[in-house]
Structure formats: C-alpha cells, structure tokens
C-alpha cells in the first residue's frame, strides 16, 4: 500500500469521527428548542480565538494533556486506570503543602514538590496495583473507591490545616521564589503561557521512547495485547502491572503543576477539577498513541475555551459541548472499526487483481 493511501487511512477515521459529533450536536441544539440556531453554535466554537483564550488553550492542552499519557500508561498495559482523578488531586494537595512550607528556597522547593506530586501519585495509584496482583481486585472498582477515598482525605486535611479566609480554604501560598513566570505571546492582560507546560512536551517524548525504544515497552504493549502470551514469553505479568499502575500515577501527579506553580500558588479554590477523566476521554480519542493524544488534548481544550462564549452571546448551554466530545470518542472508536474493515477489504482486492506470478519452466 503506497504512502498516500495509507495517510489517508489514518486521517478518515477522525475525519469521521467529527463529521458524526457535530452532526449530533446539531441534532441535540434543534432537540432543545433553543432561540439560538445551530448556525449561532457552530459560529461561536469555530470562531477565531481572543488572544486570552489561545493563552488558555495551550495551557489547559498540557495539562490534559499529562492527564491522557497518564491513561494511556495503564490502557497500554490493559488496564483502566479510572483513578487518575484521585491520584492527581491527592499529588496536587502533597506538592502544594510541601512547597508552600518553604522548606526549601527558589527552584529547588519546585523541583523537589515536582518529585514529591510523582510519587504521591504513583503510591496512590500503587495501592490498586497492589490489590490487583495480591488479591485479584479488579483495578476499575479499587480506582474509583480511591478517588472517592481522594476527595474525602484532601477535603479532611485541606479543612483541617488549610488556611481559612471567608468562604474558602486554601494551603498557604508558595514563596515568590518559587512562582515560575511564564512567556505572554500577547498582552500581559491576555495571560501567560506557563513555563512548567514544558512537562506536557518532555513527558510526550519519554512515553514515545518508553512504549517503542525500551524493553519494558516492548513488554508492556505485548502483556497488553495479550497476557496469556506474555506468560509465556516468561513476561513477569504482576511485576508489569504494578510498575504500570506506577508509573500511570507519577505522571498523573503532574497534571496540576504547571497551573499551580504558573499563577495558581496554593491549593484550594483554584484547583481544576474533572482533568483525570478529561485525560481519558483523550486517551481513548488518540488511540493511545503520542501524538494522537496531542490533538485530542487540543480539541478538547479547544472545545472547552470556545464554550465560555456561549451563554454570554447565546442561550444555548455550554455542556453541549461535552456532548460534542463524548459522541467524538465514542464515534472514533466506531469510525476506526469501519476504517480498518473497510482497509482490509481494499487490500483483499487489491491481492485478488494482482497479476499471479507463474513458475518459469526450468528445461530438463
């Protein structure tokens, strides 16, 4: 199969994939009766970005981005780590007290807090790795029981030992030492782009070199593909499943850095929510894959900026647009279901129309 075809292969399913999601958000806009037509809608999301809201996208794309590869570790290996949300939130909480303790002066309080959030996560996520080897728990059920677990330990410490002002609670806040600035592309009042994003990028490029250029990720996606062969290729299965579970966590300890050390600076109020499963969604609309997960993070963020827009300039609700990305990553798995079939028949044809070769008589 030449190159063309094949890059066309790769880009019908997505293709697909959006033509089915905005065909649905069209239908679920007209279903609601809004004064406001689906040509306002799609107007407003597909507008040019402020200069404001392209600040936000490529900041909320790295944190969502942290939070799909963190996914994607466990998805690899043939887990569903649905934890991802406790296990970022416990980290987050960790790393926010540590650095506003001011233990330690300028970037070394970032960088050991950076090393505190990983292994928080990864102990939090260790523990349903642990049940799954030791006892068989299925790691979906320990996951989701943790972040339950997650939500209810940070908001006893949080209120427990937090700073209470009002209505909010809050860590104390970081030392100026420690707030890492950002690049502003735009007017300072358009915000900048946090300097810890870079987490996003170099994280990116260790779980490429991890899945295709090390041992271990020739085990994990073969243990993925197949437990029953990695057994017998004398893979140490639960050895891989709790270092997955492991290194799943210490990535989702990242996700909140760069928004806390870029203008957050305590944890309270302004910690961000809902990004673990956010980072799911990702995973699963980017195969898995690297790079497929770039652009699912910036869609997805995308999507999310744009929305802000419609309930000041129209009457239609922002959570359309969740609608808008939860029928994308069902319809992406659809979509490469009928790709792949319909590849397989292409070749089939291809195979059947090639001229046969005959055997060249050799003389006696």
């Known amino acids: 199969m030449d190159i063309a075809r094949r890059i066309g292969f790769a880009i019908l399913a997505p293709v697909i994939a959006i033509a089915i999601a905005m065909a649905a958000t069209s239908l679920v806009i007209v279903a609601t009766g809004s004064d406001s037509g689906v040509g306002d809608f799609w107007s407003i999301i597909l507008s040019k970005p402020s200069d404001r809201i392209l600040v936000d996208i490529v900041n909320q794309t790295s944190m969502?981005?942290?939070?799909?590869?963190?996914?994607?570790?466990?998805?690899?290996?043939?887990?569903?780590?649905?934890?991802?949300?406790?296990?970022?939130?416990?980290?987050?909480?960790?790393?926010?007290?540590?650095?506003?303790?001011?233990?330690?002066?300028?970037?070394?309080?970032?960088?050991?807090?950076?090393?505190?959030?990983?292994?928080?996560?990864?102990?939090?996520?260790?523990?349903?790795?642990?049940?799954?080897?030791?006892?068989?728990?299925?790691?979906?059920?320990?996951?989701?029981?943790?972040?339950?677990?997650?939500?209810?330990?940070?908001?006893?410490?949080l209120d427990r030992y937090g700073i209470h002002g009002g209505n909010s609670v809050r860590t104390k806040v970081i030392p100026a030492g420690s707030q890492i600035g950002g690049w502003a592309p735009f007017a300072s009042a358009d915000g900048q782009i946090w300097t810890l994003g870079l987490l996003a990028v170099l994280v990116g490029i260790g779980f490429w070199l991890l899945l295709n250029r090390t041992t271990f990720g020739f085990d994990l996606r073969a243990t993925g593909a197949s437990q029953t062969a990695a057994v017998a290729s004398g893979i140490k299965v639960n050895r891989m499943i709790l270092t997955s579970m492991l290194i799943s966590g210490g990535v989702a300890g990242l996700i909140w850095m760069p928004?806390?050390?870029?203008?957050?600076?305590?944890?309270?109020?302004?910690?961000?929510?809902?990004?673990?499963?956010?980072?799911?969604?990702?995973?699963?609309?980017?195969?898995?894959?690297?790079?497929?997960?770039v652009f699912g993070a910036l869609l997805f963020a995308f999507l999310t900026a744009q929305s802000n827009s419609l309930t000041l300039l129209t009457d239609i609700s922002a959570s359309v647009v969740q609608i808008t990305q939860g029928v994308a990553v069902l319809a992406v798995v659809v979509a490469y279901e009928l790709v792949r079939r319909y590849r397989v028949r292409v070749e089939q044809r291809a195979v059947a129309e090639a001229p046969s070769v005959q055997a060249e008589e050799v003389p006696a």
Do not use: D, H, K
């Not at 002066?105 to 080897?133: C, D, E, H």
């Open 64 to 157: 969502i981005y942290l939070s799909a590869v963190a996914a994607a570790v466990g998805f690899r290996m043939g887990l569903f780590n649905i934890g991802v949300e406790g296990q970022y939130a416990v980290a987050s909480y960790a790393a926010a007290s540590f650095a506003g303790a001011a233990f330690l002066p300028g970037f070394l309080n970032v960088f050991v807090s950076l090393a505190i959030a990983v292994v928080v996560g990864a102990l939090w996520a260790g523990i349903a790795g642990i049940l799954r080897v030791t006892r068989g728990v299925s790691e979906v059920i320990s996951t989701i029981m943790l972040n339950a677990i997650a939500g209810i330990l940070v908001g006893y410490l």
């Open 259 to 293: 928004a806390f050390f870029g203008n957050a600076w305590s944890y309270g109020t302004t910690f961000q929510a809902g990004l673990g499963f956010t980072g799911i969604a990702v995973a699963l609309l980017g195969r898995n894959q690297p790079l497929g997960m």
